[in-house]
T-cell receptor, first 113, second 111 residues
Framework: EDQVTQSPEALRLQEGESSSLNCSYT??????LFWYRQDPGKGPEFLFT???AGEEKEKERLKATLTKKESFLHITAPKPEDSATYLC??????????????FGKGTKLSVKP | DVKVTQSSRYLVKRTGEKVFLECVQD?????MFWYRQDPGLGLRLIYF???????EKGDIPEGYSVSREKKERFSLILESASTNQTSMYLC??????????FGSGTRLTVV
């Protein structure tokens, strides 16, 4: 069964304190791995898609990396405005209409000034 | 930019009412989805659709139904609202084989 596990559930950082969020997955053939950011009371907002092991994507203070079993979202020198819940999702090669996304439960990041 | 528009940000309904949540996307996406999101439970898939007039049950379809009469519109219907359906409801759309674009969500409270 396809599965996504994110850790930690919650992470508190001081402004400028770099860290990483983990997304472990099992899927029978990976079509893509997705990262989303969700602010309280809003819908998830797309950040990155990764397709193959070794791939990396960057956006401002965020960098996403992918291996065959997990993905990391690295946050460098975070600011309070990076506080949000970060969701990871995988899409398998098989299944109807080329695969629904399977979501993790998210990591809630708080960055204190 | 792709837009997914949910008709209401906040709704308050009474127990037993029939409730309609509307979702419209403007980028000709084939796939559309309805999720609910509750603290500690994450996103749970209610129903999805790969084409007009087509629907499939997700993980928690009980108490819900859907309608997709036009490609751009996907409606979620609560046949008889109950307090345990108080939640954040999220609509999403995608082209085949790609990631989702989400709407801004509807916070539904059933009293």
């Amino acid at each position: 069964e396809d599965q996504v596990t994110q850790s930690p559930e919650a992470l508190r950082l001081q402004e400028g304190e770099s860290s990483s969020l983990n997304c472990s997955y099992t899927v029978s053939g990976l079509r893509g791995l997705f990262w989303y950011r969700q602010d309280p009371g809003k819908g998830p907002e797309f950040l990155f898609t990764l397709y193959s092991a070794g791939e990396e994507k960057e956006k401002e203070r965020l960098k996403a990396t992918l291996t065959k079993k997990e993905s990391f979202l690295h946050i460098t020198a975070p600011k309070p405005e990076d506080s949000a819940t970060y969701l990871c999702a995988v899409q398998g090669l098989y299944g109807g209409s080329q695969g629904n996304l399977i979501f993790g439960k998210g990591t809630k990041l708080s960055v204190k000034p | 930019d792709v837009k997914v528009t949910q008709s209401s940000r906040y709704l308050v309904k009474r127990t037993g009412e029939k409730v309609f949540l509307e979702c419209v996307q403007d980028m000709d996406h084939e796939n559309m989805f309805w999720y609910r999101q509750d603290p500690g439970l994450g996103l749970r898939l209610i129903y999805f659709s790969y084409d007009v007039k087509m629907k499939e049950k997700g993980d928690i379809p009980e108490g819900y139904s859907v309608s997709r009469e036009k490609k751009e519109r996907f409606s979620l219907i609560l046949e008889s609202a109950s307090t345990n359906q108080t939640s954040m409801y999220l609509c999403a759309s995608s082209p085949r084989g790609n990631g989702y674009t989400f709407g801004s969500g509807t916070r539904l409270t059933v009293v």
